[in-house]
């Protein structure tokens, strides 16, 4: 494809990405300026805006306000705490589940635990992390960690009890070790499912930053949406919304750009758009 044509394709791609969010917003700013929605409880996208800049390029200090200029300490604060808490989640729920989709024994050992745990809402474990660890960022993590941990494991397990026995098979004809298998074989195979984990995992990590931030800190987004609530403040708080929306989106782009990358062998089993 020539450049030309490649930019084409790319900005007709992001020109439909962007229509219905940008109609939405019109349609939104339309109805704020003609009174159909209460500006104090539904602010029009020009004032959240703005309200965005203050706060991402505002000048800091008590006297300009606690919205002002600091948006990158809070954004960063709640990036690291999902970075960390889905790493941890990552680094436990990949070997977990290979585990339980390719041994019997470990089937049996560890996913009735996981399967009575996951439908426990996140919120039942905020006293537990708080009373722990106390009103700090590693209760926030652990909060982050637990949640993600659930669906990474899952569709790793699921991965691995779908390696095709032909593979297997062939692999043991070959002279292959058992102990060589699981992770020449079943890994790869399980890559594809490890990854559409790992993408529901990094969602999840998000959604649970801003739980936690609201109960277990006092720093990140979350807390300021909690926070800006208290004081009606609703154009604060839909700009922490989209500040979520915003890194959760980016996050998801870099596992898909990852997994692109890592699976370019297997277009057809899992490939981006």
């Not at 000048?59 to 002002?68: D, E, M, Q, R």
């Not at 809070?74 to 390719?102: D, E, K, Q």
């Not at 019997?104 to 919120?123: F, G, K, S, V, Y």
């Not at 569709?155 to 004809?173: C, D, H, W, Y």
Request: positive net charge; charged residues 15%.
């Amino acid at each position: 494809m020539t450049a030309p044509r490649r930019s084409i394709v790319v900005g007709r791609r992001l020109a439909e990405r962007l229509a219905l969010p940008m109609t939405l917003a019109v349609i939104w700013e339309l109805c704020s300026r003609a009174g159909i929605f209460d500006p104090q409880f539904f602010p029009a996208p020009s004032q959240v805006a703005s309200t965005f800049w203050t706060w991402v390029f505002g000048p800091t200090g008590a006297a300009h306000g606690i919205y002002s200029g600091n948006w990158i300490d809070h954004a960063s604060a709640s990036t690291r705490r999902v970075t960390i808490g889905f790493l941890i989640a990552a680094a436990i729920g990949i070997p977990v589940g290979v585990l339980i989709g390719w041994y019997r024994i470990a089937e049996n050992l560890l996913d009735p635990l996981i399967q009575i745990t996951r439908p426990i809402p996140m919120t039942a474990w905020v006293p537990f992390a708080v009373i722990i660890f106390g009103i700090q960022e590693p209760a926030s993590i652990s909060l982050i960690a637990l949640g993600s941990f659930y669906p990474i494991v899952l569709n790793s397990a699921a991965g691995a009890e779908r390696t095709p026995k032909v593979l297997v098979r062939a692999a043991q004809m070959l002279g292959m070790s058992e102990a060589r298998l699981l992770p020449k074989v079943v890994v790869p195979s399980a890559l594809p499912s490890i990854l559409i984990g790992l993408r529901l995992g990094i969602g999840i990590a998000w959604v649970l930053v801003i739980v936690s931030e609201m109960l277990a800190v006092k720093s990140g987004l979350g807390y300021v949406l909690w926070d800006a609530y208290y004081f009606l403040r609703m154009d604060i708080i839909i700009a922490a919304m989209i500040s979520v929306g915003f890194l959760g989106y980016l996050s998801d782009r870099a596992l898909l750009a990852f997994g692109n990358y890592a699976l370019r062998w297997s277009r057809g089993i899992y490939e981006g758009r």
